[in-house]
């Protein structure tokens, strides 16, 4: 059964300025590995705002956006051995998805040039 659908789309050069201008802004929103991942991409940004984009469309499928403590590093994107998305989740945001029972939750990650975003489906 779907528990919920999240959908969002963010500007590369919004979050590019971001991480640039805030600091702290990348650890607070990204996991190590995340951070690892996208700073060894040519097109770093594209990937930092497609990962972005996919925690805003997590929280908007969960129904509650960032509230009760979830924090964005709680929530990792990562790629399997073929490249598909998929999402981990850490303290608060382990936490409720094992209390909703979400048996999975399913990612789709797509960004160029100016534009990324993310569609998020969990299912219970």
Request: glycine letters at 6%; one cysteine or more.
């Amino acid at each position: 059964m779907i528990y919920g659908i999240g959908i969002d789309l963010i500007e590369v050069e919004r979050v590019k300025k971001s991480i640039e201008k805030i600091s702290g802004f990348k650890e607070k929103i990204f996991t190590s590995k995340e951070i690892s991942y996208c700073e060894s991409k040519s097109r770093k940004f594209e990937h930092f705002a497609a990962r972005f984009a996919a925690k805003e469309a997590y929280f908007k499928a969960i129904g509650t956006g960032w509230r009760n403590g979830l924090a964005f590093n709680e929530i990792e994107v990562v790629n399997d051995i073929l490249g598909k998305p998929e999402m981990r989740f850490n303290g608060k945001a382990d936490e409720l998805s094992r209390k909703k029972k979400f048996k999975s939750v399913n990612v789709s990650i797509s960004h160029i040039k100016e534009t990324a975003s993310a569609v998020v489906i969990i299912e219970t």
